[in-house]
């Protein structure tokens, strides 16, 4: 009769017996000690903050920093944030410069204040944006992500919204004529 062996001689099971054969199986960090370059910073800020009337921006530099306004669900914050770095890259892979996409994106909220767009238009939407197409790749993998995150996008862009200004409403005074008809002015 084969003698069983004892709880010394059994190999142990767990994290040193999970060896990968291939070295190429294996994570590898993204920070070496070859390579500590960062590329990003990413921060979160009050959205009056922010450079122009936007929930997410990106500052090219070494690094480039990407700054995105404040919200109590991280997962929204963690969105916008992936929506900036792609946006980003290809952005600078395409010729595109922060002063373009800022002076179209202030350009358009100017348009916006005088009722050119309605308030829920993004400006990386605009067809005369010149950076339209990045903008769309980086929503696409944005609306991706989010599923995956189990964010309802409904949700998400109403809390985006919230941040904007608020619509201002022009009221006209009403006045009573001769007769006691209220009437504008």
Not at 134 to 144: L, P, W
Request: with cysteine; aromatic share 6%; glycine share 4%.
């Amino acid at each position: 009769m084969p003698s069983r062996p004892s709880k010394r001689s059994s190999p142990r099971l767990g994290r040193r017996s999970a060896k990968l054969s291939h070295p190429e199986l294996r994570p590898r960090s993204l920070v070496t000690s070859r390579n500590l370059k960062i590329d990003f910073v990413i921060s979160q800020v009050p959205h009056r903050k922010q450079r122009y009337e936007t929930v997410g921006d990106w500052i090219p530099g070494r690094p480039a920093e990407i700054r995105v306004s404040r919200m109590k669900d991280q997962r929204y914050v963690f969105l916008v944030a992936l929506h900036e770095m792609i946006e980003y890259e290809l952005c600078k892979k395409n010729g595109i410069s922060d002063n373009e996409v800022v002076a179209f994106d202030v350009n358009f909220e100017a348009e916006r204040r005088r009722n050119m767009h309605p308030v829920e238009a993004e400006p990386g939407n605009d067809p005369r944006a010149p950076y339209r197409d990045e903008h769309d790749f980086a929503t696409m993998i944005e609306m991706m992500v989010a599923q995956k995150l189990g964010v309802k996008w409904s949700a998400y862009e109403k809390t985006l919204m919230s941040l904007a200004p608020k619509e201002r409403i022009m009221v006209r005074p009403l006045i009573k004529d001769r007769v006691g008809a209220a009437r504008l002015r």
